[in-house]
């Protein structure tokens, strides 16, 4: 923990990803984007021709989807460049050039829905049942779908070219938290003339650390700064919530979750039932709360000793080849294609392994089509690094099953259940882990991390979903979200979802601060129910075996060709109905069992 983190240079090529699949160098990148940016004109010949037969629309999705997928790389490439170190100018002037051909490219086809929705009724349905749509029915039919929030062409033209404004507030908060905030170091109890620098990559092994003075200070560390700058991410926030609710109010939405669940035909009722089923479960948060502060032997439980391990006495490390083989070994009920191809992928240098400075912090899985998917991630040989290279893999080959098996226009996922196949990935590591011992210790502490992934993927991840909820619908009714009624909001959450057990030092009211996905409307919930949907995956991936292999392994592979509910029932799983959440929830009270059992 002492050590200072390393200048890019200074890592092992070994250890950098390739975006060799994406561009041989930047000027192949300017390259593309000159030429893409030029070939976005050809979607003006389409312009008031959609009307003249199917085959004109059917030749216009190509062209789009042609642009799409060239964009799609053209704007990962500078993403990922940045993504390298947030300080340099050249990667942030590719980020902002890719960010305003994305919005060009928005501006060149924002005609193209509401032209086609404009067209007279029996038109639109000679076009659906013509045989020429066939290769493109979903993406079709899922547009008839958003008639009533599609906007006349000149309008919708006017949301596109504010693009590049729109966002902003984000794209403030990520450089203040990745480029320009910094934190007071803290005594290093092994040397002191050498204080432990506290970063945004090091923060949660330094809360996970077993000196409780080590997690005060890096907490009291970190949420200083945050203080110091909360009018700041109050104004950044404020100006999500403000454009979330004007385009809610401009496409005819009943509210900002109503319009963002919309765009996957996601019922509300998912998210209400979510919530519901959360808070009936909450003493189990209760219980699992009064087993740490038990176990960590404490008077007080406090956010900073939420984090660490359970287990004093059971250190566990490993190096990036033993999390390589830990991966292999865990994904190998996925059967003998799967595995090969993350061993190839892992060969080829898919992953950034580790932190370097002015890297972006946290981790991403990034993919495009027809290129090889990447990994950004900050290993720093935790077993939750391990278990972060595995959540980032399942993402990374969800991507590559999806481009394997879909044609362009199909060839996404959504966000609905982006993050099943990477939770999926991380069940698969614990119960391997588990299967490997039979100490006492070695399976309190692998439960404990089991826990605390219910707990920060279940419990917490909808705690977020409410404050969100809440957050919007004050703005929405035109009511105040100061950056003081943010904390305070965000502080009663913490007393509803922690209970008794847990002190509520002054600094966790600042936490809402330092959640990069609210800056995403809507997106945090799909946490929960994509954990409770792997669940269901996993254990029937490990006890049923080969036909539920199958079944997952095709859920992989259907992209955006089907709606994400019905991608996960073909799965198995039917989040339409309260049952995945209160089986997970369940599967969190059999752990706490054992966990009980364990120590007596």
Request: net charge negative.
């Amino acid at each position: 923990m002492a050590e200072q983190v390393k200048e890019r240079s200074e890592i092992e090529k070994q250890y950098l990803w390739d975006l060799t699949s994406l561009f041989a160098d930047d000027d192949a990148w300017e390259a593309a984007y000159a030429q893409l940016d030029a070939d976005l004109a050809q979607m003006d010949l389409f312009r008031g021709k959609l009307g003249d037969g199917v085959q004109v629309v059917v030749e216009a999705y190509r062209v789009l989807h042609d642009l799409a997928v060239r964009l799609e790389a053209v704007h990962g490439y500078a993403y990922q460049r940045r993504t390298e170190d947030t300080r340099d100018t050249k990667s942030q002037n590719m980020m902002t050039k890719g960010d305003s051909l994305y919005v060009r490219f928005m501006g060149a086809v924002s005609y193209f829905d509401p032209e086609i929705l404009s067209l007279p009724d029996d038109v639109l349905e000679s076009y659906r049942t013509a045989p020429e749509m066939a290769p493109y029915l979903h993406v079709y039919e899922d547009l008839l779908r958003q008639k009533a929030h599609t906007l006349t062409g000149a309008e919708e033209a006017i949301i596109a070219a504010f693009g590049d404004i729109r966002g902003a507030g984000g794209d403030v908060a990520d450089m203040l938290m990745d480029a320009d905030m910094t934190f007071d170091s803290i005594d290093n109890p092994e040397d002191p003339s050498k204080p432990i620098e506290v970063t945004h990559a090091n923060y949660i092994q330094l809360q996970e650390s077993t000196d409780r003075n080590i997690r005060k200070a890096s907490f009291e560390s970190l949420y200083r700064s945050y203080r110091k700058h909360i009018n700041t991410f109050g104004a950044t926030y404020l100006n999500t919530l403000k454009e979330s609710t004007l385009m809610t109010n401009l496409r005819h939405f009943s509210s900002a979750r109503a319009a963002s669940l919309a765009s996957y035909n996601i019922p509300e009722s998912v998210y209400d039932s979510l919530v519901e089923t959360v808070h009936a479960y909450l003493p189990q948060m209760y219980r699992y709360l009064k087993l740490r502060k038990k176990l960590l032997g404490l008077d007080e439980l406090h956010y900073y000793d939420i984090y660490t391990p359970i287990t004093k006495d059971y250190n566990v490390s490993y190096t990036y080849d033993e999390a390589k083989e830990l991966l292999l070994s865990s994904v190998a009920p996925l059967g003998e294609h799967y595995v090969e191809t993350v061993r190839k992928g892992l060969a080829s240098r898919w992953v950034d392994v580790f932190p370097n400075a002015g890297k972006r912090s946290g981790a991403y899985s990034i993919g495009s089509c027809k290129t090889t998917p990447h990994i950004s991630m900050n290993f720093t040989g935790t077993l939750d690094s391990v278990s972060t290279l595995c959540h980032e893999m399942g993402h990374s080959m969800h991507t590559y099953l999806t481009h394997e098996n879909q044609p362009p226009q199909y060839d996404d996922y959504s966000l609905f259940i982006a993050e099943v196949a990477s939770t999926v990935n991380e069940n698969l590591l614990a119960e391997n882990l588990l299967s490997k011992t039979t100490d006492p210790t070695a399976r309190l502490f692998l439960i404990n991390n089991l826990l605390d992934g219910f707990r920060g993927t279940v419990f917490r991840q909808t705690m977020f979903a409410e404050f969100e909820q809440i957050a919007h619908l004050r703005v929405q009714n035109g009511e105040s979200a100061s950056p003081e009624d943010l904390c305070t909001i965000y502080r009663d959450l913490i007393k509803l979802y922690f209970g008794d057990e847990l002190v509520i030092d002054d600094e966790v009211q600042y936490e809402w601060a330092r959640i990069p996905h609210f800056y995403r409307p809507f997106y945090v919930y799909q946490y929960a129910t994509g954990f409770s949907s792997a669940v269901a995956l996993s254990e029937g991936i490990l006890h049923e075996g080969e036909p539920a292999v199958k079944r997952y392994l095709e859920f992989l592979s259907l992209g955006n060709s089907v709606y994400p509910l019905e991608a996960l029932a073909h799965g198995g799983v039917d989040l339409s109905t309260p049952a995945p959440v209160a089986k997970a929830l369940d599967k969190f009270a059999k752990l706490l069992d054992e966990a009980e059992a364990l120590v007596g």
